[in-house]
């Protein structure tokens, strides 16, 4: 099939997932009271109009970015039992006493309309005994939910470091203060990307929560559509630093190491910014290094209806909630986010998906109104089998596609050093963690970049996706790679 044909199709799944989650988050703005949003936005109007007026002061419109999240935090507060419509008993169930729908509102999720919008769940895990927190909600598009991940670490002298900030909703404030009670405060606060619009938008608002934090971010930060400064962004400019070059000169040099990746891409850059706590050996990354867990962790199992509709083979079926169809449609999610579009996996056509969704069971707004213009092949489980691997770390093809072989030498040498560090866990910003895993077997998950494989790979390792998975993200490089959008892969080391 011509790869003109392959990506229209592609473009009407993207069409209609944006098509979708506008939908979704149109019902959640729609139960906001009407007088009261507009209240705020034409607040919002009238201030920035005169920061415009005034030569564009960071400050005034620093000030202005504050006063909104304010004003969104109290519309969320005050409606978000209205926000969003979760009604099965399983939910409820998962709800602990000392929590509250309230608790769960992050009032700015309009700057980046991901799901689940205002209503965000915070799960938090000790993962080394008074050492180290994780922080976990979910985020995606389209019912494809995965955890977004925070990590804490305690401060020898006291206090807390902070890496890849989530939403600052009270819950999870109340979680963190928690252990500012009995750790002392948030010292630090870390941005280990450039790009991550998921990652950087929560940065602003959790830091104005610690007003004592200092906020160090990746090098050479950007924003699209405009490359905004960090300032107008919500991050407060008197505490925000760019990572040195040399780690050393950081205030937390003694307990910490960095290492930073960043590639340019002629837009933008790429930046990962790998961290190594000494002292428990814990190595945490962002994006790099994944590793996908067999059954959906407990964050998702909150609200499993996205499970549940991923659950189904075809429109035509009933969702219905069990232990089976909770991991079987989590491993498909599983599928989505990582590959996009995977080889078991066919796209409906436009009206074929309209029929069936006036023959759905469902067809509430919850359900998209029945649409679900997609159908699973009876091979998919060999799919996620060869993903899943065992619970083996690897890169994610889209960084094995796009990105990372633009510096393949630049990559390595970075991966060399994060290697030569003596860690024996990762903790990462997606997906499953902690990654119990050697120096040794970090490195050879960048074997895709080498010409021979060295002699010393840890086969566990190695990258043994199918390269029929893969496929749709090969025909957007080439599509970039055709309309001058991104450069070709650079030759292999």
């Not at 409820?92 to 700015?108: A, H, M, T």
Request: a neutral charge; proline letters at 6%; glycine letters at 4%.
């Amino acid at each position: 099939m011509p790869i003109a044909i392959k990506f229209e199709r592609a473009v009407f799944v993207l069409v209609l997932t944006f098509v979708m989650c506008s939908v979704s988050g149109a019902i959640a703005m729609q139960k906001l009271r009407s007088a009261e949003f507009f209240e705020w936005s034409d607040t919002w109007y009238k201030t920035t109009r005169a920061t415009t007026r005034s030569s564009l002061d960071l400050r005034s419109i620093n000030e202005s970015i504050i006063f909104v999240e304010a004003e969104l935090d109290k519309i969320g507060v005050a409606k978000q039992e209205q926000v969003m419509e979760i009604g099965t008993s399983s939910i409820e169930q998962g709800i602990q006493p000392d929590s509250s729908p309230r608790d769960w509102s992050w009032g700015f999720w309009p700057a980046v309309p991901l799901y689940p919008y205002g209503r965000r769940r915070t799960l938090r895990f000790e993962v080394v005994k008074d050492t180290i927190w994780t922080f976990d909600q979910v985020q995606g598009i389209l019912y494809t939910v995965v955890p977004i991940r925070m990590t804490v670490v305690k401060l020898k002298a006291g206090g807390l470091l902070v890496y890849a900030p989530i939403a600052p909703t009270p819950e999870c404030i109340r979680l963190v203060n928690e252990l500012v009670m009995e750790h002392g405060d948030v010292k630090y606060i870390i941005l280990p990307t450039s790009s991550g619009l998921e990652h950087k938008v929560f940065v602003g608002p959790f830091a104005r929560r610690f007003q004592n934090a200092q906020v160090f971010v990746a090098p050479n930060q950007w924003s699209f559509p405009l490359n905004l400064p960090l300032a107008w962004l919500g991050f407060p400019q008197s505490r925000t630093h760019v990572l040195p070059e040399n780690s050393s000169q950081t205030p937390f040099a003694q307990e910490f190491d960095y290492e930073v990746l960043d590639i340019d891409l002629g837009r933008g850059s790429f930046a990962e910014v790998a961290l190594i706590h000494k002292r428990s050996r814990t190595l945490l990354v962002t994006d790099c290094i994944l590793s996908v867990p067999l059954s959906p962790p407990a964050i998702v199992q909150l609200d499993p209806y996205p499970l549940l509709f991923h659950a189904r083979d075809n429109a035509l079926e009933a969702i219905e909630d069990n232990e089976a169809n909770r991991r079987k449609g989590w491993q498909r999610i599983c599928l989505f986010a990582i590959y996009f579009r995977p080889s078991a996996l066919e796209i409906t056509g436009l009206l074929q998906a309209f029929r069936n969704a006036l023959k759905a069971p469902e067809k509430s707004k919850k359900a998209y109104f029945g649409l679900f213009p997609f159908r699973w092949k009876e091979n998919w489980k060999q799919s996620f089998d060869a993903l899943q691997g065992n619970g083996r770390p690897f890169v994610a093809p889209i960084l094995q596609t796009l990105i990372l072989p633009q510096a393949s030498r630049q990559v390595l040498n970075w991966a060399d050093k994060v290697a030569s560090w003596n860690f024996e866990r990762i903790i990462s910003c997606h997906f499953d963690s902690p990654i119990e895993v050697s120096s040794r077997q970090f490195r050879s998950c960048f074997a895709f970049l080498e010409k021979k494989t060295a002699a010393n790979q840890d086969s566990s390792s190695s990258q043994s996706l199918l390269e029929s998975d893969s496929e749709f993200i090969k025909e957007i490089e080439a599509f970039l790679v055709k309309y001058g959008i991104a450069t070709p892969a650079k030759e292999k080391v």
